[in-house]
């Protein structure tokens, strides 16, 4: 008994023959869905930059106006200092073309990743929940149930949510 337990252990279940048909649908979507949250991010970060620069562009056009001579205080890393407005608006001035740099740099890069997403998805043939709904709503309702389970039926996509 035990010598024919040894056999049974030693063959292979279920081997794929070394097949490789590229990444599982798994694993596709959740580079997609990753590759969707950086682009995501990215945005998030630009529109939080571009009010940082609207806030500064606010605080120069104020300040532009006010004698240089005038005390103002800044706050620096969380502490609040004093300096004169000559100080400041050179500074803020600097802060401002910085941000609008880094915002530009931010745009290309969303451009950049939305062009990979786009490759990804055709490559893929990748299709996001609520795309051509007209297609669906020209089906028969009974077609919709049938296939509401089993996903796409020919498997040569894959649908994101």
Known sequence: MAANSSNTASKPANSTGGKQSGPSAEQVVATFQRMRQEQRSMASKAAE???ES????????????????????????????????KEVLPALQTNKEQISKIIESLNSMMQEKGRELTEYR???????VGEGEADTQSQSTASSKDSEGGGPKSGAGVLVS
């Open 122 to 128: 055709e490559r893929y043939n990748i299709r996001l």
């Open 54 to 85: 609207n806030e500064h562009s606010l605080v120069i056009d104020t300040l532009k106006d006010v004698d240089p001579s005038r005390k103002c205080f800044r706050l620096v890393g969380g502490v609040l200092v004093e300096r004169t407005v």
């Open 49 to 51: 930059l571009e009010m």
